[in-house]
Structures are given as C-alpha cells and as structure tokens.
C-alpha cells in the first residue's frame, strides 16, 4: 500500500518490476517503487549495499554541481599525474582501452558542453535534496542524517583563487557558502595543520552516520512494504514477448514485466546485450576507516588540490578518494590508501593512524559527469540508472523517483534529455 501522502501515486499491483543492483540506487527505487505498489525483487551477487555503496564518503553533496571535468582536473592533470600515488593515476596497461573515454571527457570540458552539464546537474540536485529528505522521514531513518556542512580547503592564496569560478558558478544557484580563515578557520575545525590557510564552509552539505548502515536502513523500510532480495548474479538481459528475460550466473532464467538496471560500474556489460554502447570507466577509490576516536573532526573536510575527503562516522574516521582510471579486472594498489592516510597525518598532527580498515570500490564514472536515467533502445521494459561517478548517494532519491515516474507513466519530474541512454 502507498504511504500516506502517497495517495496520487498510480497503483502498480500488477506489474513487478526486477532491480539488478542492490547498491544505495537500486534500494532507493525498489523503495520508491514499492511505495508506489509495485512487486519488487532486487538482485544482487552479494547483498544489500555491500560493494561500493557501502564503502563511499557518505555525503549529500547536494551543492556539487560542477562537472567533473570542470573541477580543476584538467588544469591539476600534469602534476597529478607525475604522482602515482596522487589524486589521479592511470595504469600504463590500461591506458589504450581508456583513450577513447578520455577523449570523451576532455571534449566534455570544453566551454560548448558547460552551461548545458551544469543545468541538468543543478535540476538533478534540486530535486535530490527534497527527495531525500522525504525518503529519510518516510523510513525512519532522519536521525542517521548529520547537517554539520563541510569544509573545503587551501593550502595557499593560489589555490584560493582558483577556487573561486567555481563558487561564482554556484552563486548563479542560491549555494550558500563563506570563505573563512584566521580564528573562525580555526573554531570550524581545531587541531588543523597551519598550512591551510583559507577554506569555504558549506553550511548546507550533509553526509550520514554510516553510508552502510543507511542502506540497510532503507532497504529494511522497502522489505516491510513487500519489496525482496535474491542473493544472484545476473548476467543478461533480453526482451522475450512482452516482458524481459533475465538470465543467471547459475544458467537458470526467469521473467520479469520491467527491469531496472542499477548495477554500478558493471551496468554497461549488461546495457551492451541490449544494443546500448555507453562509455561507462570505473573510477576506482580507496580509503581507510581509522577507529572511532581517531580525531576529533568536526565535519567532511575536504582537500580538493589531494583528491581527497575525512569524513567522521559514527563507526570511525573515514579517510578517502582519489580517482584511479583503471577498469574493473586489475588487483588493489593499496599503496593509494597509505599515501592518503600520510596525507592525512601531516594534515591532522595528532591524527592516530593504527587500526584502520582498507577499501576499494568501483564508481560508475560517464565522462559528461552525468548518469543514464532512461529506457533501453531495445525496449522500454528495460530501464537504466547507473554512472552516477562521485554522487550515487546523493542522487539516489532523486534517480528513484525519476525510474517511479518512468515506470508509472507519470511527466518526469525534471527533463530527462540530458540523461539519455542514447546521448553518446
């Protein structure tokens, strides 16, 4: 039955619709879904937010909007990558298969494609608060919320200045911000390394207690409305009738009236059956959660000129990012995970640095920054949601009720063009 509040909502009791993925986009559909009454089962190889989303940042970084090709990468790229254990790295053998994605992301870059990447994030990112919001209070789930801001920091006058196009283009959307330094630098996170100079809170940036354990809480609240999980892998796709095939790691198969694709950084091999070609790179990122009680930080800080962010948890200090182009089949270099928590010890003198958990996941990365939110070229019964990059969790709500609208026949709630499976 709907929610109440949700009784506008059209009726799906007919129709079941299959999620592969149950990563934070696949558990907020299934959510959106099941409250809209739909028959959901999400399928997964290992279970509810165990893979990337289980290992993220844990923001809502509802104010970044800017693509990523437009986040001083490729003015940082030379010096980044004459470090191959600094923010951007790239495997020497991976590097003929990523040429074509780069080309793709340096066109994406150029001033021709800004203005229409920057509208259609901005329209996702308004959308994605609200709807978080909305789903953090119809699960219960509000009190696993944090609403401390974040801090952005610089090492120096240049880094300052470099900064700020980026937050006039933020101006031009009512993002609230302050640059800070001296004393009040000082009050918003004590114990700073002097090196940072100057910084920008972000009153409005939240991030969650635990990204894991907010899926799971989620999902809970989609498994008491009927939703259901099925510990498989899924391995095609293909139209069959009226409806959709799905065939399984194990060789069975099973039918399904829609199917919604939300399986991360792997979605593209399944698109590919299809007929879809979509230019899906997996940025790779680590981090090491410390012990809780490491430092005492305050709120998200993040080291844009590093590539990475600190993030307090209430299991542990996360430490963590970077972005290594390097696919889905080459093994861990830990190493990237250690430079950052050196990083990090000379940036939190004091920092204690036993103790901690290594990770590595895969973000689903398109190199216009933006996702897939739309219907297969095979048939209509096959939806996609994935390439989200840096921001799966935070737009995850807002993408569930984009696929809830889809599904339901309902206007979008936002113009879905520049979304297109078919835009490239």
């Not at 953090?136 to 920091?153: A, H």
């Not at 009927?226 to 060789?251: C, K, Q, S, W, Y």
């Not at 290594?324 to 000379?346: H, I, Q, T, V």
Request: aromatic share 10%; hydrophobic share 40%; glycine share 12%.
């Amino acid at each position: 039955m709907p929610n109440q509040g949700q009784s506008d909502l059209p009726t799906g009791s007919d129709i079941d619709v299959s999620i592969v993925g149950a990563g934070i986009i696949g558990i907020c559909a299934a959510a959106y879904l099941v409250e809209a009454g739909y028959r959901v089962t999400v399928y997964d190889r290992t279970g509810v937010c165990e893979e990337t989303s289980s290992g993220s940042a844990s923001a809502f970084a509802f104010s970044d909007v800017l693509p990523l090709a437009h986040k001083g990468m490729m003015r940082n790229l030379p010096r980044w990558l004459a470090d191959p254990l600094g923010p951007l790295a790239i495997p020497p053998s991976y590097l003929p298969t990523l040429l074509p994605w780069l080309f793709r992301f340096w066109r994406a870059g150029s001033p021709r494609f800004y203005e229409a990447s920057l509208a259609a994030q901005v329209a996702m990112m308004k959308l994605a608060e609200p709807e978080w919001m909305r789903l953090l209070d119809s699960s219960g789930t509000r009190g696993m919320l944090r609403e401390d801001g974040s801090l952005e920091l610089y090492e120096g006058e240049a880094e300052f200045l470099a900064s700020l196009p980026g937050w006039a283009a933020r101006d031009r959307f009512s993002i609230a911000y302050r640059h800070v330094w001296g004393e009040e630098l000082a009050a918003l996170q004590p114990g700073l390394s002097k090196q940072f100079v100057k910084a920008t809170f972000v009153p409005g940036w939240k991030t969650s207690i635990d990204p894991k354990l907010l899926g799971k809480a989620v999902w809970s609240y989609a498994e008491k409305l009927g939703a259901r999980f099925v510990r498989r892998e899924v391995t095609a796709i293909e139209p069959a009738g009226n409806g959709v095939r799905l065939r399984f790691a194990d060789g069975a198969a099973e039918s399904a009236g829609r199917v919604l694709v939300a399986a991360g950084a792997w979605s593209h091999r399944l698109a590919a059956h299809l007929g879809d070609t979509i230019p899906l790179e997996t940025e790779r990122g680590y981090n090491t959660t410390l012990p809780v009680g490491a430092f005492d930080v305050k709120r998200q800080l993040i080291f844009g000129g590093h590539g990475f962010v600190i993030t307090p948890l209430s299991t542990g200090l996360r430490i963590g990012g970077a972005v290594e182009l390097g696919g889905l089949d080459l093994p861990p270099n830990f190493a990237r995970s250690r430079a950052m928590l050196e990083k990090a010890r000379r940036f939190l003198p004091g920092l204690k640095s036993e103790g901690g958990r290594e990770w590595m996941g895969y973000r689903p990365s398109l190199p216009d920054s933006l996702p897939v939110i739309g219907a297969s070229r095979a048939t209509g019964k096959v939806l996609y949601a994935f390439g989200h990059g840096h921001l799966g969790k935070t737009q995850a709500a807002s993408t569930a009720r984009l696929i809830r609208d889809l599904i339901s026949g309902e206007m979008p709630a936002i113009d879905l063009a520049p979304f297109s499976p078919q835009r490239f």
